[in-house]
């Protein structure tokens, strides 16, 4: 089993609609919690970082950590043409430095 | 904006031959990591360093080593390039200390042939 496990997708929506990405991981120790956008054929940016768990909202994009259920999601809200990209969820805990354990990533396309 | 730039965007090499990519930041990190992603299987650690002449093996670092002779600096070399080598590879870097995100390259195609 993978410590951290993301649906590859891909996942369709339409414009405007409210999109949901999330990861599961089994390391409780896992403390800093990001996600990670990727559009085609370039690096990966940073999008959202929380620390423990709880909400953290960014404009259209929303982040939750859910410890106790080893849970972290994503949402875009009014998703756009323009977060069409695959998106990456990362995790790494106190005590390391800063050494990332990512999740495959989840394709998204929003159509018109 | 911490900027991490690779030197090449493609390259397309034959078997047997001897590789270096390249990746340079701007920022005064700490860390420098290397990946290669691959479809279905994500973003796998080569190598990464914390500091300068440090080295420390990823997950998959048979058949590459690495070089940080400089801070800012931070060389992957495929040794003798095959054909399983052929992936997009990734420099990322990060603040020392714990929990920082990393900022990453654009990323190198390289070809194999």
Same mark, same amino acid.
């Given at each position: ?16 609609? &409210? ?56 949402? &875009? ?36 | *904006? ?6 090449? =965007?493609?390259?397309?090499? =034959? ?6 990519? /390249?990746?340079?930041? *701007?920022?005064?990190? %700490?860390?420098?990591?290397?990946? =290669?992603? *691959? @479809?279905?299987?994500?973003? =796998? ?10 080295? /420390?093996?990823? *997950?998959? @670092? ?6 940080? %002779?400089?801070? /800012? ?5 495929? /040794? ?15 603040? $020392? ?7 990453? $390259? ?8």
């Amino acid at each position: 089993q993978k410590e951290v496990e993301q649906d590859p997708g891909p996942l369709s929506v339409p414009e405007g609609a &409210i999109v949901s990405l999330n990861c599961t991981y089994s390391n409780s120790a896992f403390q800093y919690f990001m996600w990670y956008r990727q559009y085609s054929r370039k690096g990966p940016e940073l999008l959202m970082y929380t620390y423990s768990s709880g909400n953290k909202e960014d404009g259209r994009f929303t982040a939750q950590v859910d410890k106790s259920s080893k849970y972290i999601s994503l949402f &875009i809200r009014d998703s756009q043409p323009s977060d069409s990209a695959t998106y990456l969820c990362a995790m790494t805990f106190t005590g390391t430095a800063s050494k990332l354990t990512f999740g495959t990533g989840t394709r998204l396309q929003v159509t018109l | *904006d911490v900027k991490v730039t690779q030197s090449s =965007r493609y390259l397309v090499k =034959r078997t047997g031959e001897k590789v270096f990519l /390249e990746c340079v930041q *701007d920022m005064d990190h %700490e860390n420098m990591f290397w990946y =290669r992603q *691959d @479809p279905g299987l994500g973003l =796998r650690l080569i190598y990464f360093s914390y500091d300068v002449k440090m080295k /420390e093996k990823g *997950d998959i @670092p048979e058949g590459y080593s690495v070089s940080r %002779e400089k801070k /800012e600096r931070f060389s992957l070399i495929l /040794e003798s390039a095959s054909t399983n080598q052929t992936s997009m590879y990734l420099c990322a870097s990060s603040l $020392g200390g714990q929990g920082w995100g990393y900022t990453f $390259g654009s990323g190198t195609r390289l070809t194999v042939v």
